[in-house]
């Protein structure tokens, strides 16, 4: 069965602090995408990644940074965390070209303090 | 740019009723790929269908349909005889075909099926 995992369900966190939110895939695919679900809003794209080590700006980065020094793994970075970014954070993947669906984990629903 | 619209926020019906939910979208691509996820009260968002712009003939799976009409730019989701376990934001998205898979949302339909 395929897998998109991440490292936290819950997680809560003061500003200003630096958050890590992990995401690995077992499914070998070379791209790994990082979105914010806020209500009324849909899913937004923070940042992507289509191979080792390139990255991509989505719809929304500020505030975000990303790190993938392995296939498998995809990380999004808080470097100062604010109160705008609690939310719902959902990592996928899929294969490289655009017709592929997207596989998803089961989010991290962040809180700021 | 590319845009994906669902009116609706919030459908509430009565189990066992049919319900529709829109989608219109927008692109200046003339390949693209629409798709339609499911996210329950779990919270992962799971695959439903793929459709890519030059496969215009509507599906069936089950309970579910789709409806792809190019003209008026809409991708529908409909669900016969709903039951409560259908109960789930749904969300309608296109990728382009350069885009690598890229993903734009709507916003997302929270579907609520009572007993």
């Known amino acids: 069965d395929v897998k998109v995992t991440q490292s936290s369900r819950y997680l809560v966190k003061r500003t200003g602090e630096k958050v890590f939110l992990e995401c690995v895939q077992d499914m070998d695919h070379e791209n790994m995408f990082w979105y914010r679900q806020d209500p009324g809003l849909g899913l937004r794209l923070i940042y992507f990644?289509?191979?080792?080590?390139?990255?991509e700006k989505g719809d929304i980065p500020e505030g975000y940074s990303v790190s993938r020094e392995k296939k498998e793994r995809f990380s999004l970075i808080l470097e100062s965390a604010s109160t705008n970014q609690t939310s719902m954070y959902l990592c996928?993947?899929?294969?490289?070209?655009?017709?592929?669906?997207?596989?998803f984990g089961p989010g991290t629903r962040l809180t700021v303090l | 740019a590319q845009k994906v619209t669902q009116a609706q926020t919030e459908i509430s019906v009565v189990e066992k009723e049919d319900v529709t939910l829109d989608c219109v979208y927008e692109?200046?691509?003339?390949?693209?790929?629409l798709f339609w996820y499911k996210q329950p009260p779990s919270g992962e968002l799971v695959f439903l269908i793929r459709r890519n712009s030059f496969d215009e003939q509507n599906e069936i799976s089950g309970r579910y349909s789709w409806n792809f009409q190019k003209s008026t730019s809409s991708f529908n989701f409909t669900i016969t005889a709903s039951q409560v376990v259908d109960s789930a934001v749904y969300f309608c998205a296109l990728s382009e075909r350069d885009g690598g898979s890229r993903l734009t949302f709507g916003e997302g339909t929270q579907l609520t099926v009572n007993p």
């Open positions: 692109t200046r691509d003339t390949t693209y790929y």
């Open positions: 996928a993947s899929s294969l490289w070209l655009s017709y592929n669906e997207q596989f």
């Open positions: 990644s289509y191979d080792v080590k390139m990255k």
